[in-house]
C-alpha cells in the first residue's frame, strides 16, 4: 500500500490505474480510523480495483470553538487498518498542501445545510462540501463512500453532487455500532468511563423512536418526545436537537408518511455526540 502527501502524487498513481482500465473507490475520512470507517472501506474493495482512502483533519469545518486541535490522530495505526482492509492507497496531506495560504473558493450548500447540524455548525458543511469536492478531483473516484452516521453529510454531498453535475456515485453505508449500541466514533475516545455509560442514552433513544416508528406510530411529535425523555433522565446529557426531518428536503417533518430521518446531537460532558435512523 503507497502512502501519499502530495495532490500531485495521488493524481499520478490515480491516472496510471486509470489507463489500465482499473475502477477507483474514495473513502474520505478524518483518520483514528474504527470498525466504522472500514466497513466504508471493505464496501469499496468490494466494488473497486483500487481503493484510496484519505486521512486529512480538515480544518474548515470546525467552528472557532471546536475539536480541531484535540481531536485523536494516529496515522500509523490507520495505516494498518487501511492495508489489512485492502486499500492501495492512503492519500494524508498537510494542511498546507491542500489549503494554500490565500485559498478563497468554497463550496457552499443551501436548503440541506439549514437544519440539524448545520443550525448549531453553521460552516461545517460549507467546509465538507468543499474538501470533499477538492478530493473529488484530486482522486477522480468512480465510486465515494460515506456512512449513514452523518446522515445530513451524505444528503448534503448526494445534493451537491447532483446539483453540480459530478459524475462519481456516492455509496452511503448502514452505521457500525459497539455491542452495546452506541454508534462508534473517533469522537468516543474523548469520554470519561462515566460517560461512556452515559452515552448511551443516544442509542437508547435511536433504538425507542425506530421501534415507535416500526410498529405503525405515525405521529412524529410523539416519537420525538419519547426520545427527550430518555436522553432528558441522564443527568450528563445535554440535547442539542432531537428532529426528525424529511430525508429527501432535510426540513421539519413530524408527520411519518414519507422517508424519514430522525437524527440527535447529544452533549455528553464536553464531547457532543451524533446518532439518527432512517425510515424509508
Ligand atoms: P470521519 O472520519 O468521522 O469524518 O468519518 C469518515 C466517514 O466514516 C464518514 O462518511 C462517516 O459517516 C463514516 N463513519 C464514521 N463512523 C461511522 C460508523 N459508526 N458507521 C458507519 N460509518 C461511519
Not at 452511503?172 to 452506541?182: F, H, Q, S, T, V
Not at 469522537?187 to 448511551?200: G, H, I
Request: net charge negative.
Amino acid at each position: 500500500m503507497q502512502i501519499e502527501k502530495t495532490v500531485s502524487g495521488v493524481r499520478s498513481q490515480v491516472k496510471k490505474w486509470k489507463k489500465e482500465g482499473l475502477s477507483v473507490g474514495l473513502v474520505p475520512t478524518m483518520g483514528y480510523l474504527h470498525e466504522g470507517h472500514q466497513s466504508l472501506i471493505d464496501r469499496a474493495v468490494e466494488e473497486n480495483d483500487r481503493v484510496v482512502v484519505s486521512i486529512f483533519v480538515n480544518p474548515i469545518q470546525f467552528g472557532p470553538t471546536e475539536d480541531l486541535a484535540t481531536y485523536p490522530r494516529d496515522l500509523e495505526a490507520d495505516c494498518i487498518l487501511c492495508k489489512r482492509a485492502g486499500a492501495a492507497l492512503v492519500f494524508a496531506p498537510e494542511v498546507s498542501e491542500m489549503y494554500a495560504e490565500d485559498f478563497s473558493t468554497f463550496v457552499d450548500t443551501s436548503q440541506v445545510t439549514e437544519e440539524l447540524c448545520g443550525k448549531s455548525r453553521p460552516t461545517h458543511f460549507r467546509g465538507v462540501c468543499t474538501v470533499v469536492s477538492k478530493l473529488f478531483h484530486i482522486a477522480s473516484p468512480d465510486r465515494a463512500y460515506f456512512g449513514q452516521k452523518d446522515a445530513q453529510q451524505l444528503a448534503v454531498i448526494r445534493r451537491m453532487v447532483r446539483d453540480l453535475n459530478i459524475d462519481i456515485e456516492i455509496v452511503g453505508c448502514p452505521i457500525i455500532r459497539e455491542a452495546d449500541g452506541l454508534a462508534k466514533s473517533s469522537r468516543n475516545t474523548y469520554l470519561s468511563p462515566e460517560e461512556r455509560k452515559a452515552a448511551l442514552v443516544l442509542s437508547k433513544a435511536i433504538f425507542t423512536g425506530k421501534a415507535m416508528v416500526e410498529t405503525g406510530e405515525k405521529d412524529g411529535e410523539k416519537v420525538l418526545g419519547a426520545m427527550r425523555n430518555i436522553i432528558e433522565a441522564e443527568p450528563l446529557a445535554r440535547i442539542d436537537y432531537v428532529e426528525m426531518v424529511h430525508w429527501d428536503t432535510i426540513q421539519p417533518h413530524h408527520r411519518i408518511d414519507g422517508p424519514i430521518l430522525t437524527a440527535i446531537a447529544v452533549y455528553i460532558g464536553n464531547t457532543r455526540l451524533i446518532d439518527n435512523f432512517l425510515y424509508e
